[in-house]
Each structure stands twice: as C-alpha cells, then as structure tokens.
Nanobody
Framework: VQLVESGGGLVQAGGSLRLSCVASESISSIRIMGWGRQGPSPGKQREQV?????????RIANAVKGRFTISRDNEKNTLYLQMNSLRPEDTGNYFC??????WGQGTQVTVSS
C-alpha cells in the first residue's frame, strides 16, 4: 500500500491546518494508522504525533494533546490530522504511516512566529 500526504503549508502561529493521507488501497482492515513528524533541526528524531485504530480509539502525543485530532475515513481510504493552535515548534515534515509496514513521503508544515 502507498500513502500520499497533502495539506501542509506555511501558517502563522495560532493558525490551523488539516492534513490528509490517501492510501492506494482499502484501509478498512488496517488496524492501526498514525501520523509522525520530523523537525528541521539536524539529527532531529522522528516522533509519533497520533495514532488511531479501526474502532476509532486514538492516542495523542502529550506535545500536541488538546490541539491535534486524528481521524480516519475508511470509505475514502483516508487518514486525517486536524492541527489547531499551531506553534513554531510544530514545524516539520509530517508523514502518515502503518506501523511496521510503510510510511509516506510527508508534507511540510511551517509555522511562523
């Protein structure tokens, strides 16, 4: 399965973006999907942002809890990440992934102060 993200861009602090991740095949049988990000600093590690399973249960990283929401539409084979109250430290490349299977190329999010 291939994953293609979109929706990134440049936004001012406090703004919002909605990221989408479209899968090349049905995701209805995929138990867990998630969003991760990698910041611009040299050597910055990838970090998990949010995951969702196929009954809708989510887990959100503490750094974004209360600001980011993950959701999925199995009929559209699409995973979403709604990002509100964005901060400069949220800047990075955001990618969707299926644990232990695959991940997309990502979409760049830049938050200006």
């Amino acid at each position: 399965v291939q994953l293609v993200e979109s929706g990134g861009g440049l936004v001012q602090a406090g703004g919002s973006l909605r990221l989408s991740c479209v899968a090349s095949e049905s995701i209805s049988s995929i138990r867990i999907m998630g969003w991760g990000r990698q910041g611009p600093s040299p050597g910055k590690q990838r970090e998990q942002v949010a995951i969702i399973n196929n009954n809708g249960t989510t887990r959100i990283a503490n750094a974004v809890k209360g600001r980011f929401t993950i959701s999925r539409d199995n009929e559209k084979n699409t995973l979403y990440l709604q990002m509100n109250s964005l901060r400069p430290e949220d800047t990075g490349n955001y990618f969707c992934y299926i644990p232990d299977k695959t991940w997309g190329q990502g979409t760049q999010v830049t938050v200006s102060s």
